[in-house]
Nanobody, 122 residues
Framework: QVQLVESGGGLVQAGGSLRLSCAAS????????MGWYRQAPGKQREMVAV???????TYADSVKGRFTISRDNAKNTVALQMNNLKPEDTGIYYC????????????????WGQGTQVTVSS
């Protein structure tokens, strides 16, 4: 059982930066994968960045070199530093978790946060 709360969204001009944070809470031992997805109006939700419990990272090609994902297991948080933002980065960003460990059981279920709006003006 896990709940996710995002923060840090806002309005920024192209070339600017934002930092998103997500805090996980609930009854669990640890989380395997944490990350961020985004959805623009009229578009499908897409993976932005994911980090696993070994700190291995995966990024969408469109954000490589601009975004950096990190996690703090002691605080059960994941962050996304977004630099050199572009108008096409605009959308709702959702915190993502998959692989919830509870004692000897791993629950391979996806959990989503409520989302935070990121708007990049040109």
């Amino acid at each position: 059982q896990v709940q996710l709360v995002e923060s840090g969204g806002g309005l920024v001009q192209a070339g600017g930066s934002l930092r998103l944070s997500c805090a996980a809470s609930g009854s669990f031992a640890s989380l395997i994968k944490m990350g961020w997805y985004r959805q623009a109006p009229g578009k499908q939700r897409e993976m932005v960045a994911v980090i696993d419990d070994d700190d291995d990272t995966t990024y969408a090609d469109s954000v490589k070199g601009r975004f950096t994902i990190s996690r703090d297991n002691a605080k059960n948080t994941v962050a996304l530093q977004m630099n050199n933002l572009k108008p096409e980065d605009t959308g709702i960003y959702y915190c993502y978790v998959n692989g919830i460990k509870v004692w000897t059981v791993t629950q391979w279920r996806t959990k989503w946060g409520q989302g935070t709006q990121v708007t990049v003006s040109s």
